[in-house]
């Protein structure tokens, strides 16, 4: 249970920076699929 | 008459030194006559030639070694005064005395790097008088404050070694460490001037197209790659320092007989590979903000670097890295016999030496290969269809962040097994722990496969988190093991108790850090192509051009086996000067 718990947690963690990160860096998530 | 006292003279020179140094050290344009002179033009005639001597490879060489042994002399002075400092906290004499050992190490290599640094300054005045009159115009006062700090550096060097057992305790330590700050802001100081001319002739500033001197010294100094270079170099400094100095503990392992003197050298050795790693873990990521910068101020000289055959280099690079990865792995590995428990951790052993060699290997995959007209033909190009995909920057950035993930999870199972933990919630901490490993893992993975699928800019911003991710385990994990170990029952740690075959690895760590310096600094001053100064003063000698792969290999192991030969030179003396001759019979 708390394994579980533990991964949900630092996943939502991961997450948020990531996405944090990303837009800070002008680069928000979802505007990332323009043609190559 | 007025008498003044030896020491109010002093207080005086330092004060009038203090208030105007920085006057002369930031020196504005307007002291140049107010006259915009562009930099000078050298013809090939202008460039003075003596017999055969190669000039470039003269001066190359002796920077280079002028390099080796600055970065050594800076770095251990650095983490002497930390370990002092540990000594002083914990109350344990062994690190003060191990903190001592390491700057005799450093006395018998201060006097070398002045002799090198006196030659290469020589052999530039001779060989390239109008480049260096020119840095002398740009950088007019800074050159003498360079040669006031390094006058310091000397004194202040001196005192702090010399001075260690008449300050050693009580109020007095703190006096004693306080000299050490001042060695080492020195030190810096030094080192940041240095970097301030080298970065100065790759993206100039403070000047305009032509060269004539518009700003400040200041702005000469601040050039675009000046803070990267920074970085890099008191990273990669720190790392280096930790490698020499963990070789000279090999060595006295080796060479020791007693038990007790084995167990101290066993402990410094530690120590050193634990200094070492904990430079090396930042110091890709500096490197890949120095690169970053260069492509921002130079796309055409990021692609020199990374896009034309310099690239190969990079290819080298990272079997270097691999090599003192697997050699500070192996190190930790081994030193699991330490203690009684480490025997439980051996299991895990295998499966981080897997992650780390995969690392190792797409790290090494280049994205197209070099191939004969035949092999091309079997292969219908020079990208391999599956290995292809693993020469880009997500798959090495990928690679990299998870060797350095499990590189501290070797150190954390050492720490881990002479420690066992007390509190109730123990079982959970670890399995918070493990969970951290898992997602920080994952999302380092999949950031990697992110750039696969986005534009080049998100490619390069997916880097980012992976970074971040790197540093979250490590730090949480740390942060979560001070919180369950306290109060944790303590193993004894057999200090000594290691084969002999663990120390070579320790050989490894500064004879690759070295030759990988090398090319480094090959790679990087080759980057300005046929320029003195990139874009402002070209170089007309008979010798520029970027040097072939061949001729710089043979160029920079022949300056690391001569850096290695002043290294054992220096391990022989420290050990010559601890030894004592016995007292013929009779004179007792």
């Known amino acids: ?36 | 008459m007025i008498r003044i006292k030896p020491k109010t003279a002093l207080i005086a020179t330092f004060a009038v030194a203090v208030l105007f140094l920085p006057e002369i050290a930031l020196a504005t344009g307007a002291d140049t006559g107010g006259v915009l002179e562009g930099a000078p033009q050298p013809t090939r005639a202008d460039y003075p030639q003596i017999g055969g001597i190669s000039a470039r490879t003269l001066a190359w060489g002796l920077a280079q070694m002028h390099l080796f042994l600055a970065a050594f002399v800076l770095a251990v002075p650095l983490f002497s005064i930390a370990t002092e400092f540990m000594g002083v906290v914990s109350r344990d004499d062994r690190y003060d005395n191990m903190a001592r050992e390491f700057m005799k190490i450093t006395m018998a290599a201060y006097s070398l790097t002045a002799l090198v640094g006196g030659g290469l300054a020589l052999a530039l005045f001779l060989f390239y008088p109008h480049l260096m009159g020119y840095m002398m115009k740009v950088f007019r006062g800074q050159t003498l404050i360079y040669a006031a700090l390094f006058g310091l550096e000397s004194i202040t060097l001196y005192v702090y070694f010399y001075s260690w057992d008449a300050l050693r305790h009580g109020n007095r330590k703190w006096v004693h460490m306080s000299i050490g700050l001042l060695l080492n802001t020195v030190g810096l100081s030094l080192m940041f001037i240095a970097n301030a001319w080298t970065s100065f002739m790759m993206s100039p500033a403070g000047v305009d197209a032509a060269g004539a001197i518009t700003g400040s010294v200041w702005e000469a100094t601040r050039n675009p790659l000046w803070n990267p270079l920074n970085l890099h170099r008191f990273l990669a400094n720190i790392a280096y320092g930790g490698a020499i100095v963990g070789g000279y503990s090999a060595y006295m392992f080796l060479a020791e007989k007693k038990a007790e003197t084995k167990a101290h050298y066993d402990w410094m050795g530690y120590t050193s590979n634990f200094i070492a790693i904990l430079g090396f873990l930042p110091l890709p990521f500096a490197g890949y903000w120095l690169m970053a910068e260069i492509y921002s101020y130079s796309q055409q000289m990021g692609i020199t670097a990374m896009g034309g055959i310099l690239a190969w280099l990079f290819i080298i690079q990272a079997v270097l890295i691999g090599t003192i990865m697997l050699a500070a792995n192996y190190y930790l590995w081994s030193g699991l016999m330490r203690t009684d428990r480490g025997a439980q951790y051996t299991k895990y052993v295998k499966y981080i030496a897997f992650v780390i060699v995969c690392g190792f290997l797409v790290w090494v995959t280049p994205h197209s290969l070099i191939l004969s007209a035949q092999e091309l033909q079997v292969l219908g190009g020079t990208h391999h269809r599956l290995l292809g995909p693993l020469g880009i920057m997500p798959a090495k950035n990928t690679a990299v962040n998870l060797m350095l993930v499990f590189t501290f999870l070797s150190f954390q199972m050492f720490y881990r097994s002479s420690r066992v933990p007390t509190v109730s919630w123990a079982r959970a901490g670890n399995t918070v722990i493990i969970a951290l490993y898992i997602v920080g893992c994952m999302n380092i993975v999949g950031a990697g496969i992110y750039g696969y699928i986005t534009p080049t800019v998100y490619k390069v911003g997916a880097s980012v988190p992976q970074v971040v991710s790197t540093l979250m385990i490590i730090l949480g994990s740390v942060l979560i093991d001070s919180f369950m170990l306290r109060g944790a029952k303590s193993e004894k740690i057999h200090w000594g108790r290691m084969h002999e075959r663990s120390q070579y690895a320790l050989f490894v760590l500064p004879v690759a850090f070295t030759w990988l310096m090398g090319l480094m600094g090959y790679i990087r001053s080759s980057l300005r192509t046929h320029w003195h100064i990139y874009t402002i003063m070209k170089d007309n000698s008979p010798e520029a051009y970027i040097p072939t792969i061949g001729q710089a290999g043979n160029t920079i192991t022949a300056v690391t086996l001569a850096f290695m030969a002043v290294m054992v030179f220096v391990f022989w003396l420290s050990r010559l000067g601890a030894t004592k001759q016995a007292a013929p019979a009779g004179q007792e």
């Open chain 1, 1 to 36: 249970m708390v394994f579980i718990v533990a991964l949900a947690v630092w996943a939502a963690a991961f997450y948020v920076m990531d996405r944090y990160i990303m837009s800070a860096q002008g680069l928000p998530v979802g505007a990332d699929m323009m043609p190559l």
